[in-house]
């Protein structure tokens, strides 16, 4: 395959890139002292953003989303990728779960989330369930025309700025050959039902982007609200999570990229024993390692996308891209901290958050291990004797 990008592409890339230096980088160092992004610096990111059409990029076209393919937005995510997920995500990217909206959904969630108006996040985990999502709690009952909807969600990014939430319940359990199965439902939950509770959950990577844990008590939801079809939940989700692998991968080039150049820049630059440290092959070959195994995420990146594009992308293949992008992020952050000595660990530079914010790509969209154990059943399968 060829990933060359085109001058079209090329354009995109440039203007995302320029977008991140000059409306995001620069308020950065605030974020993460803050804490959490201030609301007038929210707002001013989230216009310009949608000033520039970098809004809502990956959702549908007829919706007024960007529609961006998935090669598209893997070169903007790369862009993206440089910058705190704090700040990068507020040029929402909607949970492409969302396009499953039919009815009076679009426009009362869809297009108001792709226009701005609204923001949505995804609540599936919970303080029992991440890795083993079927081992969720939370229960909806019927009642009448309503969904009762009763238990507890964590580690929700962006719940806090949230206007609704796309809960996961178990809405029944079916009787099927291999014992009893449970029935997840997707449901559009308003943040404002009674029963609703948000409360902030810290985290050391991306300090502004802020996790949070979700109460569910006794919340009454209207069918309309249920998302796709009852029961259908779960398949729902599996199907659009490989788009949150790739583009992860993408975010992890990105902030790798930029890790490399501090550290590039710096080894050209600092002296010890009457050199630049960069002509000292122990630094040199740290760079050189940097250089190839970001190269070859990206490689795997633009793979997968072309893949997903094509609807062909396996679930081995999601899973070895997001392990290793997110795996290379870890080690380049890391590498880059250390050739800084000890200005790598202090808080003036920003190396230190670099290599914060890497950490949390090896557990939040997959850990490695789940990763490890998809693509090591795919290859035992294989060869199966
Ligand atoms: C900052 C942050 C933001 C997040 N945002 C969201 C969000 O917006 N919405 C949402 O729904 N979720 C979100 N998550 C949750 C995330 O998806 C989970 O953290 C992740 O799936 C892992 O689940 P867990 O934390 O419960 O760990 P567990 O599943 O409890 O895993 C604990 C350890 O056991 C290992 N393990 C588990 N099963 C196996 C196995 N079969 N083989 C080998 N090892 C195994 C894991 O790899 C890990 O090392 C977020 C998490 C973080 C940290």
Same mark, same amino acid.
């Given at each position: 395959m060829d990933f060359r990008i085109g001058d079209e592409q090329r354009m995109l890339a440039d203007s995302v890139k320029a977008f991140v230096a000059g409306e995001i980088l620069p308020h950065e160092e605030l974020v993460e002292r803050q804490g959490f992004v201030p609301e007038d610096l929210f707002q001013q990111v989230k216009r310009k953003s949608i000033e520039a059409g970098?809004?809502?990029?990956?959702?549908p076209e007829e919706h007024g989303?960007?529609?961006?393919?998935s090669l598209e937005r893997a070169t903007v995510e790369v862009e993206f990728g440089r910058a705190t997920r704090a700040l990068q995500m507020i040029c929402n990217r909607p949970?492409? %779960? #969302?396009?499953a909206c039919r009815g009076d959904q679009i426009e009362t969630y869809l297009k108001p989330t792709i226009r701005g108006e609204r923001m949505d996040c995804f609540a599936l985990t919970e303080p029992g369930a991440g890795?083993?999502?079927?081992?969720?709690?939370t229960r909806a009952v019927k009642d009448g025309d309503d969904w009762i909807i009763t238990g507890s969600k964590q580690f929700i990014t962006q719940a806090m700025r949230a206007d609704y939430m796309i809960v996961f319940a178990v809405s029944g359990v079916d009787e099927t050959p291999r014992g009893p199965r449970k029935r997840m439902t997707a449901f559009l939950v308003?943040?404002?039902?009674?029963g609703v509770s948000v409360a902030p959950l810290k985290c050391v990577?991306?300090?502004?982007l802020v996790s949070t844990t979700i109460g569910l008590e006794a919340v009454r939801v209207p069918?309309?609200? %249920? #998302?796709?079809?009852e029961g259908l939940g779960f398949k729902m989700a599996k199907a659009w999570i490989f788009s949150g692998r790739v583009m992860l991968a993408a975010n992890c080039v990105g902030l790798a990229e930029r890790a490399m150049g501090m550290a590039a820049t710096w080894a050209n630059t600092r002296t010890a024993f009457g050199q630049t440290?960069?002509?000292?092959q122990g630094t040199a070959f740290k760079l050189a390692d940097m250089a190839m195994n970001i190269h070859a995420a990206r490689l795997m990146v633009f793979d997968a996308a072309q893949k997903m594009s094509l609807d062909c992308l396996s679930q081995r293949e999601a899973a070895q891209v997001n392990l290793f992008a997110s795996e290379m992020v870890g080690r380049v952050t890391d590498e880059a901290l250390q050739m800084y000595g000890g200005l790598g660990i202090a808080?003036?530079?920003?190396l230190q958050r670099f290599w914060r914010d890497a950490r949390v790509e090896r557990i939040w969209e997959g850990t490695s291990e789940i990763h490890r154990d998809v693509i090591s059943k795919d290859v035992l399968a294989e060869f199966a004797v």
């Open positions: 970098f809004y809502a990029l990956n959702m989303g960007g529609g961006l393919g949970a492409p %779960i #969302l396009k890795s083993d999502a079927r081992a969720i709690t308003d943040k404002d039902s009674a990577s991306n300090r502004g069918s309309r609200n %249920i #998302l796709g079809e440290i960069g002509k000292f808080e003036d530079l920003p």
